[in-house]
């Protein structure tokens, strides 16, 4: 075994796929942590912004197209795509020249970004050992959150950079890089190849799931699609309730970079734990807490949005160390990525639908909070519907159900 227990093997898979998480928050990271910056290089509102952000959001749902092929031609094929094409759409971004251009590019980016996130968590989740499994989704998921730090910096210092705002984008490009490497070291996952040579693989082009897996797809969409709708109106508009209102820049990004030993430990807690006592317990337990964190965030003053802001990234990180891992282990090989893009895109089109309501229905960002903090308590109730579904923890993902 190599550090953290993975082996070798693993590790070849592991680590691209984390530096692949990096950038794919990256490009989440500049849309909330950077809107003040974007949004005022653009000449917009941040209302209008907020808008536009929503709209881009949106234009995952398209994701679902790209993400369904996993299940007919292969993971690898589809991971090597999704990646190359959210890398050059992102890096384009940087030449956008109005707010409607922004809009068109980034839509395109945020269809292969969504599929590429899909993608990256399906592989891990199918090549990596059972008992380790939720620390890999977390390790992978931990190395993305950087990215949100590493924003809120360049957020602090985006004036002196060559190009201002439009910089920002370039650096995307770098996941260019990791296509290379896992076109040479990436294989097709165990999972399918077992499933396409049992025949099991469905070629069709519209889903079949039998009534078993589009009641457990139905939840999962619910549970994760009311998740969604609350963290993306929470991280765009603390952002812009500290920046605009508040007037932090320098202290916002200590914020933010400061809290990581937060995010830290929530995905400890949200791989290891839920390796150990099961994913529904942890996934509870990130639902409530980050509902909690943001409440105090911004239904409190000044004083409370350090700490808010370090309970929202924990239950956050709880949250993301395991929720992909949970969906892909409760249905089987054939139509997993299928049911794991059908959440997805309901969690995007969800978390459009939560950005653009706390908009219009704030005239200011902590009035926009107020939404967020309803938002967080709805999150919140979807579990008495979640804890209908079985425990997955530990379950053989290449075995036919």
């Known amino acids: 075994m190599g550090p953290l227990g993975f082996t070798q093997g693993e590790w070849r898979i592991v680590l691209p796929l984390s530096f692949a998480a990096f950038f794919e928050n990256y490009d989440y990271a500049l849309l909330s942590v950077a809107a003040p910056v974007l949004s005022s290089g653009l000449g917009v509102s941040p209302s209008r912004f907020g808008v536009a952000v929503s ?13 369904r092929f996993a ?6 094929r589809m991971l090597l ?12 971004t940087a030449a956008a020249w109005g707010l409607v251009s922004f809009i068109l590019i980034s839509a395109f980016g945020r269809v292969f970004l969504t599929a590429e996130g899909a993608m990256s968590g ?17 390790f992978a998921g931990l190395i993305g959150q950087t990215a949100f730090g590493a924003v809120a910096i360049m957020v602090a210092i985006h004036s002196s950079l060559p190009g201002g705002w439009r910089f920002l984008y370039l650096i995307a490009l770098g ?14 996952t165990e999972a399918f190849r077992v499933a396409e040579s049992d025949q099991r693989v469905r070629h069709s082009v519209l889903p079949r799931l039998a009534r078993e ?11 994760f699609g009311a998740v969604g709708a609350f963290q993306t109106a929470a991280a765009y508009h603390s952002a812009q309730l500290a920046q605009h209102t508040y007037h932090w820049t320098g202290l916002y990004t200590v914020i933010v970079v400061t809290s990581g030993p937060f995010t830290l430990a929530g995905f400890m807690a949200g791989g290891r734990g839920s390796d150990r006592w099961g994913r529904r317990p942890m996934l509870s337990i990130g639902i409530v807490t980050e509902a909690i964190g943001m409440a105090a965030l911004f239904l409190g003053g000044r004083g409370w949005f350090a700490p808010g802001w370090m309970v929202f990234v924990f239950g956050q990180a709880v949250i993301a160390g395991c929720w992909l891992a949970y969906v892909s282990e409760l249905v089987p090989t054939e139509v997993r990525a299928t049911v794991g893009s059908i959440v997805v895109s309901v969690q995007v089109a969800a978390g459009s639908a939560g950005l653009a309501l706390s908009s219009v229905l704030g005239s200011s960002p902590r009035a926009s909070g107020r939404v967020v903090a309803w938002l967080g308590v709805a999150s919140a109730a979807t579990l008495v519907a979640f804890w209908a579904l079985p425990e997955t923890s530990g379950r053989d993902m290449i075995a036919a159900y």
Not at 55 to 67: F, H, K, Q, S, T
Not at 83 to 92: I, K, R
Not at 177 to 186: K, S, T
Not at 213 to 223: D, E, H, I
Request: aromatic share 6%; glycine share 8%; net charge positive.
């Open 122 to 138: 399906l592989v891990i989740t199918e090549e990596v050992h059972p008992t380790r499994r939720g620390r890999a989704v977390s």
């Open 175 to 188: 996941p260019l890089l990791i296509v290379g490497a896992l076109r040479r070291n990436l294989p097709e």
């Open 213 to 223: 897996w589009w009641v457990r797809t139905a939840v999962c969409s619910l549970v």
């Open 55 to 67: 709209v881009i959001r949106l234009a995952g749902l398209a994701a679902i197209v790209l993400v």
């Open 71 to 76: 299940d007919r031609i292969g993971r690898r």
């Open 81 to 92: 795509w999704t990646l190359a094409g959210f890398a050059a759409f992102t890096g384009l």
